[in-house]
């Protein structure tokens, strides 16, 4: 059984980098899509990024755009979300999450069947 443990959040300031990775356990990483997603206080649950299995192919919500890159590391069972120009709005609980493919609606959260537990991420001055 898969499981997918978050880390690399914490405290930074407006325009600052962050690290974000997903590591997986129980299973080969290789055989899923990987989504990012983050909840801000009182809102839902909102899709950032997909990357598919084979790491070729990336999808981003227009608000991360330029300023995100996801990417993976099938070797070490690993995948990474790195977040630069980081702005208060970004502030929240991020999220990985497996499912099949990156399709059309990446962005929603059926598309998934397995979760981690998140990582904070709080941009603040």
Known sequence: QLQLVESGG?????????RLSCAASG?????YAIGW???APGKEREGVSCINANGR???YADSVKGRFT???NNAENTVHLQLN???PEDTGVYYCAAGPLCRG???ETYEYDIWGQGTQVTVSS
């Open 27 to 31: 299973s080969a990483l290789n055989y």
């Open 70 to 72: 996801a990417s993976r």
């Open 10 to 18: 914490g405290l930074v300031q407006p325009g600052g980098s962050l």
């Open 85 to 87: 120009s980081l702005k």
């Open 57 to 59: 192919t990336t999808s």
């Open 37 to 39: 997603f983050r909840q």
């Open 105 to 107: 609606s990446w962005a």
